[in-house]
């Protein structure tokens, strides 16, 4: 089974703090994705990696930065937590692109920013 | 217009009968189509994916892809009360690698 784990269920942050996700895989997938998911909203790619030290732009990059170090990790970063960051940051995984490989998720990460 | 469309519900069953959920898609040479259930609160599960035109079975659970009028679907038989969640279509479009596009998720509800 795929198993894809994220550091925290529920975090709660103060305007200003920096904060990490953390996101770990123990499949040996070369892909790893970063979303956030609000209501009305649906899923919306933040960051993703297709190896380690790579990384590109998802569709909303703009508050947030990544790290992939390790091959097995990939790490989630708010410089500057502002209010509208509060969300459920969804990390998932997945091999490299041949027709039936898809992504598989973490448990989720809610954030809350006060 | 949205990549991938789905309606957001709720869609309300009895209990014990079929939903259906639908799911169309812009045409971009797309690849694979896959679904997703999400409860409340939870992380998208993948439950199924279909590749070729046609339908798949899978217990209770059925995709049906038709590429030419560019729609897939689910259905789900004898509903059960366990089964009402948010089901969410994505599509993998060629030469995209691992991404995938998701609709907006419809919500299921299946009454006792």
């Known amino acids: 089974d795929v198993k894809v784990t994220q550091s925290s269920r529920y975090l709660v942050k103060r305007t200003g703090e920096k904060v990490f996700l953390e996101c770990v895989q123990d499949m040996d997938h070369e892909n790893m994705f970063w979303y956030r998911q609000d209501p009305g909203l649906g899923l919306r790619l933040i960051y993703f990696?297709?190896?380690?030290?790579?990384?590109e732009k998802g569709d909303i990059p703009e508050g947030y930065s990544v790290s992939r170090e390790k091959k097995e990790r990939f790490s989630l970063i708010l410089e500057s937590a502002s209010t509208n960051q509060t969300s459920m940051y969804l990390c998932?995984?997945?091999?490299?692109?041949?027709?039936?490989?898809?992504?598989?998720f973490g448990p989720g990460t809610r954030l809350t920013v006060l | 217009q949205k990549e991938v469309e789905q309606n957001s519900g709720p869609l309300s069953v009895p209990e014990g009968a079929i939903a259906s959920l639908n799911c169309t898609y812009s045409d971009r040479g797309s690849q694979s189509f896959f679904w997703y259930r999400q409860y409340s609160g939870k992380s998208p599960e993948l439950i199924m994916s279909?590749?070729?035109?046609g339908d798949k079975e899978d217990g209770r659970f059925t995709a049906q892809l038709n590429k030419a009028s560019q729609y897939v679907s689910l259905l789900i038989r004898d509903s059960q009360p366990s089964d009402s969640a948010t089901y969410l279509c994505a599509v993998k479009w060629n030469n995209a690698g691992n991404m995938l596009t998701f609709g907006g998720g419809t919500r299921l509800m299946v009454k006792p």
């Open positions: 998932a995984s997945g091999p490299s692109g041949s027709r039936t490989d898809t992504q598989y």
């Open positions: 279909i590749y070729s035109n």
């Open positions: 990696s297709y190896d380690v030290k790579m990384k």
